[in-house]
T-cell receptor, first 112, second 115 residues
């Protein structure tokens, strides 16, 4: 069965510093990997996805993610964090079955 | 373009009562999803429609939950009777079609509290 894990419930970063939100996955076959962001009282918004090709994927709002097949990871990164990046971030995986499975989420807090 | 619309925004009911949620997807989107998001957890897929047909309802508690998608556009999700553990945010999402690499567009959700 496919699954995705986000090992950190919360990540705290100072504004201007780089940030990383971790995600590992387990799936049979080739994974389709996604990151979504959820702002308070809002629905989830798509950030980026990895399907195939270059292991470094660029997405919205300056975010990028690195796919690592040997470590089965898909970590979300940003070179310089903004206070407005504070939100709940979800990693998700989809395999050939067409069902999107979400991790439990990581709360990112960026302090001025 | 208009996003995914959901109503009501909040609902408070007592256990054993019934409740219904409504969703209007983005125009032209063939695939519609209902997710349940319990506090502190990621969204869990309840049911997925392709046009007005059910693609996946394997995690829908069918003894109390039901859903339909009228004419392949709007959808309603019903709970009858509600239990305390049904307290959650119910998210509707849509996508242009059903594919493994398709991104989903989410509504703001309906927050349900069962007392």
């Amino acid at each position: 069965a496919q699954s995705v894990a986000q090992p950190e419930d919360q990540v705290n970063v100072a504004e201007g510093n780089p940030l990383t939100v971790k995600c590992t996955y387990s799936v049979s076959g080739n994974p389709y990997l996604f990151w979504y962001v959820q702002y308070p009282n809002r629905g989830l918004q798509f950030l980026l996805k990895y399907i195939t090709g270059d292991n470094l994927v660029k997405g919205s709002y300056g975010f990028e993610a690195e796919f690592n097949k040997s470590q089965t990871s898909f970590h979300l990164k940003k070179p310089s964090a903004l206070v407005s990046d504070s939100a709940l971030y979800f990693c998700a995986v989809n395999n050939q079955g067409g069902k999107l499975i979400f991790g439990q989420g990581t709360e990112l807090s960026v302090k001025p | 373009e208009a996003g995914v619309a959901q109503s009501p925004r909040y609902k408070i009911i007592e256990k054993r009562q019934s409740v219904a949620f409504w969703c209007n997807p983005i125009s032209g989107h063939a695939t519609l999803y209902w997710y349940q998001q319990i506090l502190g957890q990621g969204p869990k897929l309840l049911i997925q429609f392709q046009n007005n047909g059910v693609v996946d309802d394997s995690q829908l508690p069918k003894d109390r939950f039901s859903a339909e998608r009228l004419k392949g556009v709007d959808s309603t999700l019903k709970i009858q009777p509600a239990k305390l553990e049904d307290s959650a945010v119910y998210l509707c999402a849509s996508s242009t079609h059903w594919a493994n690499d398709e991104k989903l567009f989410f509504g703001s959700g309906t927050q349900l509290s069962v007392l």
